[in-house]
């Protein structure tokens, strides 16, 4: 399985997971490769989950010669995306590739920059829209977010999932890259969510970003910088 336990969070370590990051990260990878280079490490993440996180069950098949048994995956009618905008669009993208079925989530959510990093490592957070289907007792919610770097966003917005209604039975935090300091401050806002991530990086700089890193994912999806 490629999916190791590193203590604070879950890293996915599919060959091709990494490979994309690297891409990813080369300050040389233009906009629509960097676009698209999310998209396909949301869908290799997508695999992952359901080879990690969801069962199977076997069922009866009939194919043109004879019956026989086969298997598939349990729950894809139950999963629910939620997109943090904006830079997380083109990773779900990608995901909705491996969970076709899935329903979808929109929470706009940034930190204000121009308040500058508090003592303790966090950033004022405006929530200016949710948008969230039903969430049942029996989901697996994937919270897509490419960067998590202090924890300020993604503890915000998962305050906001959990304010809904009734707690899902899995509940994941998706990232393409994270930083310690935002995976303990998670670990300890919330810890019933599980934090899956392609790699933990080094630390963040003075204001915040994550080192090596990959840049702002959404000036260099969107071409905004």
Not at 20 to 25: C, D, G, N, Q, V
Not at 104 to 130: H, L, T
Not at 155 to 168: F, H, K, M, N
């Amino acid at each position: 399985m490629a999916i190791e336990d590193r203590g604070e969070a879950k890293v996915i370590t599919h060959a091709l997971a990494r490979d994309e990051l690297s891409r990813l990260r080369d300050v040389e990878t233009e906009q629509v490769e960097f676009r698209k280079g999310l998209v396909r490490l949301g869908r290799i993440c997508g695999y992952e989950i359901i080879d990690g996180r969801m069962e199977t069950e076997y069922v009866a098949v009939q194919t043109p010669l004879t019956d026989t048994m086969g298997e598939r995956v349990k729950g894809l009618d139950d999963v629910v995306i939620v997109n943090v905008l904006r830079a997380a669009t083109p990773f779900v993208e990608g995901l909705l590739k491996a969970f076709p079925r899935a329903r979808q989530g929109v929470i706009s959510a940034s930190r204000d920059e121009s308040a500058g990093m508090a003592d303790d490592g966090s950033f004022p957070i405006s929530i200016d829209y949710v948008k969230l289907p039903e969430i049942r007792a029996t989901d697996t919610v994937v919270v897509a977010d490419p960067m998590l770097a202090t924890g300020s966003t993604m503890a915000a917005v998962l305050e906001a999932i959990r304010s809904q209604g009734p707690d899902p039975e899995q509940l994941l935090v998706l990232s393409a890259v994270a930083a310690p300091p935002g995976l303990v401050r998670l670990n300890e806002s919330d810890p019933g969510a599980e934090l899956l991530t392609v790699a933990i990086d080094d630390e963040l700089d003075d204001d915040g970003y994550i080192v090596p890193g990959l840049g702002d994912a959404g000036d260099r999806a969107f071409r905004t910088d």
